[in-house]
């Protein structure tokens, strides 16, 4: 069975507008569907020992996501506080960090993870110098640089990244072309920029391919729309379908979970 391993950023966003809240995390997210999928997860990171953190943990393990390297610290589980804005979008209020603000990986973690097939991290889960070590077994990485690239990070990070992610929006192609030859020319097997309802270009170093968003029936909630259309583009890559069949199922998977209000 092929596997894959979230390890990183975890936390709880929290609509206080809305009275509603629910565990997430880019890795969260992604796994969450992946795992429905038939694909053996596990979560790595860190919860506090609150309520929140009980919930991470028990949604997790409802999921049939492997939890037995999820740290569990005394304090509050980090939480984002939201806002649902009337266009179905989002605004970023405030992060709590809690026990996520001093997080390391064990040893044990890491020679956890070196197991996996595909390992999945973000920018903010501070692990991202461990990457290398991560990969000393020949474990295939995944990098979510969500809208936050720059040369630097990019410089640091792709030689030892195997399949990015970036977000550059509506309106953006060219600028995401520009992105993708760059970031290819640092490393990796396959560079992929999101384009929201644009849908999203894929470079692998001698074609681009364009696909397309796949229209929702409704939109509830747009969050979690990237990481499940990771998700899906990994199921592809997992079942060596061909790119374009990647990308096409990853924007069905995302059609699906902008017209929910929970991001899997």
Do not use: W
């Given at each position: 069975?092929?596997?894959?391993?979230?390890?990183?950023?975890?936390?709880?966003?929290?609509?206080?507008?809305?009275?509603?809240?629910?565990?997430?995390?880019?890795?969260?997210?992604?796994?969450?569907?992946?795992?429905?999928?038939g694909v053996r997860c596990a979560a790595v990171s860190v919860v506090?020992?609150?309520?929140?953190?009980?919930?991470?943990?028990?949604?997790?393990?409802?999921?049939?996501?492997?939890?037995?390297?999820?740290?569990?610290?005394?304090?509050?589980?980090?939480?984002?506080?939201?806002?649902?804005?009337?266009?179905?979008?989002?605004?970023?209020?405030?992060?709590?960090?809690?026990?996520?603000?001093?997080?390391?990986?064990?040893?044990?973690?890491?020679?956890?993870?070196?197991?996996?097939?595909?390992?999945?991290?973000?920018?903010?889960?501070?692990?991202?110098?461990?990457?290398?070590?991560?990969?000393?077994?020949?474990?295939?990485?995944?990098?979510?640089?969500?809208?936050?690239?720059?040369?630097?990070?990019?410089?640091?990070?792709?030689?030892?990244?195997?399949?990015?992610?970036?977000s550059v929006g509506e309106g953006n192609e060219q600028k995401a072309?520009?992105?993708?030859?760059?970031?290819?020319?640092?490393?990796?097997?396959?560079?992929?920029?999101?384009?929201?309802?644009?849908?999203?270009?894929?470079?692998?170093?001698?074609?681009?391919?364009?696909?397309?968003?796949?229209?929702?029936?409704?939109?509830?909630?747009?969050?979690?729309?990237?990481?499940?259309?990771?998700?899906?583009?990994?199921?592809?890559?997992?079942?060596?379908?061909?790119?374009?069949?990647?990308?096409?199922?990853?924007?069905?998977?995302?059609?699906?979970?902008?017209?929910?209000?929970?991001?899997?």
């Open positions: 069975m092929t596997s894959i391993a979230a390890i990183g950023f975890c936390c709880i966003d929290s609509y206080r507008n809305l009275g509603l809240s629910y565990p997430t995390g880019n890795g969260i997210d992604s796994i969450a569907h992946l795992s429905r999928r506090g020992t609150d309520e929140n953190g009980k919930r991470m943990l028990s949604r997790l393990k409802e999921m049939g996501i492997d939890v037995s390297h999820m740290q569990i610290r005394p304090g509050e589980t980090s939480v984002f506080e939201m806002e649902l804005l009337p266009n179905n979008d989002r605004v970023h209020l405030k992060n709590i960090q809690g026990v996520m603000e001093n997080y390391a990986p064990t040893e044990e973690d890491i020679q956890f993870v070196q197991g996996f097939d595909y390992i999945h991290t973000d920018l903010f889960g501070k692990v991202l110098e461990l990457i290398p070590r991560l990969k000393e077994k020949g474990s295939k990485l995944i990098l979510d640089f969500s809208q936050f690239a720059n040369e630097e990070n990019m410089a640091k990070l792709l030689p030892d990244v195997d399949y990015a992610f970036f072309v520009e992105l993708l030859k760059q970031a290819k020319a640092l490393g990796g097997s396959i560079m992929t920029a999101t384009l929201g309802e644009d849908g999203c270009i894929c470079y692998d170093g001698e074609t681009f391919y364009r696909g397309h968003s796949v229209r929702a029936e409704k939109v509830v909630n747009t969050v979690g729309a990237g990481d499940s259309f990771i998700a899906g583009f990994m199921e592809g890559i997992m079942k060596k379908m061909d790119i374009p069949a990647c990308i096409r199922n990853g924007a069905e998977l995302a059609s699906t979970v902008v017209a929910q209000f929970e991001p899997y």
